[in-house]
């Protein structure tokens, strides 16, 4: 919408775009530059802080070529750039009224300001010097007219004559101040070309020394990052070697660890199976003694039984010897038998004595043998039952450090898993790095080559451009001796033209006074006419 009117309009001769992001659309703002360009009313514009790129500014510079009116403009906090400075100065080559260009806070390299700054002091020497020249050719001609009125009112007479020299005379002062002009116009031309291309040649020995001292920094950068790159290399593979070789003296330490540690697990496992053989045999053992036990308690319970058995046909023997010796002895006093009745009581009493001692003792000894067994087999169970438990314990043991020895050889295999992860991550980052560094050194090298090639399209043209500037100073001392020559003709002209001026002035002075006396003596013989005459006469005495 700004590029149609200002393509369109015909009044506006200032306009104020700041604040207003006009740079951020590269179409829009194109628009707005080709309106610029068709103007030819607008003198001053603004456009502070409006995010105009490079781009913006090249299109800025297009438009400023053709653009004829405008002289001020504003382009302060914006992101122009170098690329953006060069549009600009490249553009004030052409522009010629342009006479005040803000540029400050857009990344403008110095020269390219100065080069700016020279241009705007050109332009404004230029404008100076045209309005100077024209107040002395508006003062000049007011001058020529004033003369020409004095001489159309002085020489009356010699109108006609007078008229023609001075329109000769006017003609050849037009015709000289045109040459003049010209001549000045190209010398002027030709003195600005030679300050734009000295400017240029400035700015780009300028661009030349910045682009070798780039090269230079680039080459000892390039060095120290070959150098740096060499040296993490070599401390990336002396690592990779010391991890390596640490690695592998791990691996070779959990591996003897691992062999160990499975030897000590068979070991571990045979006696465990030994243990639990041992154990079997001590259960079988134990059930054979619990079945002796058995046994024994139920021979014990059947001698007992047999013990009762014989107490018992013992008391029945007893009893019926005494249930004999009570017929007996009612037999002896039946029959009166005492001798006899004693003498079996005696032997009675003695059997019986026998049959209670030996009774007596089979008890005693049989509970002794009873006891004395249930003491060994308590022993003996006693014995078992400690062993077995020491076995149960040294199997607990033994089981326990068979799980501490495959929790061990389990966290050794996971902390060798973890060291080959970790040689693996490793040797990924060197690779990755050494990667990066040659896509480094190639992008480095690549951009290296660019601004070879941009250097050497840049020193070509320089020598491009001293041919240029050469030629140009040779057309410029043709210019100026041509000048010089056409100088020195016009003043030659215009010698002869003040001499002839100084000769018809004399001979206008003398025609001057010929007319005078012949005036003087045309009233002298008028007065004298009018004297001698009788009017005279009659009108001196009224």
């Keep these: 919408a700004l590029g149609k009117l200002l393509r369109q309009n015909k009044s506006i001769r200032s ?13 829009g703002f194109s628009f707005f530059c080709q309106g610029l360009r068709a103007n030819n009313v607008l003198q001053r514009l603004d456009l502070r802080n409006n995010q105009i790129n490079h781009q913006g500014a090249g299109e800025l510079a297009m438009a400023l070529t053709h653009n ?7 382009l302060r906090w914006n992101n122009i750039g170098l ?10 080559h052409s522009n010629k009224t342009l006479k005040r260009l803000e540029l400050a806070g857009n990344n403008v390299p110095g020269d390219i300001l100065k080069a700016v700054e020279q241009a705007l002091d050109h332009n404004q020497d230029r404008d100076v010097i045209l309005s100077e020249a024209q107040n002395k050719v508006n ?5 020529v007219l004033s003369l020409k009125d004095e001489k159309n009112k002085q020489f009356m007479d010699f109108v006609d004559t007078v008229d023609k020299q001075k329109e000769e005379r006017a003609r050849s002062e037009k015709m000289s101040a045109a040459r003049v002009s010209q001549l000045q116009e190209a010398l002027d031309e030709q003195y600005s070309i030679m300050n734009s291309l000295k400017t240029k040649l400035q700015m780009t020995e300028a661009a030349l020394a910045l682009s070798e001292q780039k090269v230079r920094n680039l080459g000892e950068l390039l060095n120290a990052m070959k150098q ?19 690695g592998a003296d791990r691996e070779g330490k959990l591996l003897h660890d691992l062999s160990a540690a499975s030897e000590k697990n068979l070991l571990l496992r045979n006696q465990v199976d030994e243990l639990e053989r041992k154990c079997k045999v001590q259960q079988d053992q134990l059930f054979q003694v619990k079945q002796d036990l058995t046994s024994t308690t139920a021979e014990l319970k059947l001698r007992a039984v047999e013990a009762e058995e014989r107490l018992e046909m013992e008391k029945r023997r007893y009893k019926q010897s005494l249930e004999d010796v009570e017929s007996l002895r009612i037999k002896e006093v039946k029959m009166g038998f005492s001798a006899e009745l004693s003498q079996v009581k005696a032997a009675a009493l003695t059997e019986r004595g026998q049959a209670e001692e030996e009774l007596i003792k089979v008890r005693s000894q049989a509970r002794l043998e009873e006891q004395q067994r249930l003491e060994h087999l308590e022993e003996k169970l006693r014995l078992m039952t400690e062993s077995r438990d020491e076995a149960q314990n040294c199997c607990l043991k033994q089981k326990e450090m068979v799980a501490e020895a495959q929790a061990k050889a389990k966290q050794l295999s996971l902390y060798a898993d973890g060291l080959k992860r970790r040689l693996d991550e490793l040797q990924q980052d060197l690779d990755s790095k050494e990667e990066e560094k040659v ?56 010698s002869l033209l003040l001499e002839k001026l100084r000769m018809k002035e004399a ?21 004298a006419y009018v004297q001698g005459s009788p009017l005279g006469t009659h009108s001196s005495r009224k």
Excluded: P
């Design 83 to 92: 690329l953006g400075g060069r549009a600009l100065v490249n553009c004030l």
């Design 507 to 527: 001979e206008i002075s003398r025609m001057r006074e010929e007319e005078a006396q012949r005036a003087s003596f045309l009233q002298n013989a008028i007065m």
């Design 228 to 246: 740096e790159q060499n040296c993490v290399a070599e401390c990336h593979i002396r690592e990779l070697q010391q991890q390596k070789q640490e």
């Design 68 to 74: 004829t009116s405008l002289q001020e403009l504003d």
């Design 439 to 494: 896509t480094e050194l190639n992008k480095v090298k690549l951009e290296l080559q660019e601004q070879i090639g941009h250097l050497e399209a840049e020193r070509t043209a320089q020598d491009g451009l001293r041919e240029k500037i050469a030629a140009l100073e040779r057309q410029l001392k043709a210019l100026s001796s041509n000048h010089r020559e056409a100088l020195l003709d016009k003043e030659g002209e215009i």
């Design 15 to 27: 306009l104020t775009l700041e604040w207003n992001s006009l740079g951020l659309w590269e179409e």
């Design 139 to 143: 003062i000049l001609s007011k001058e």
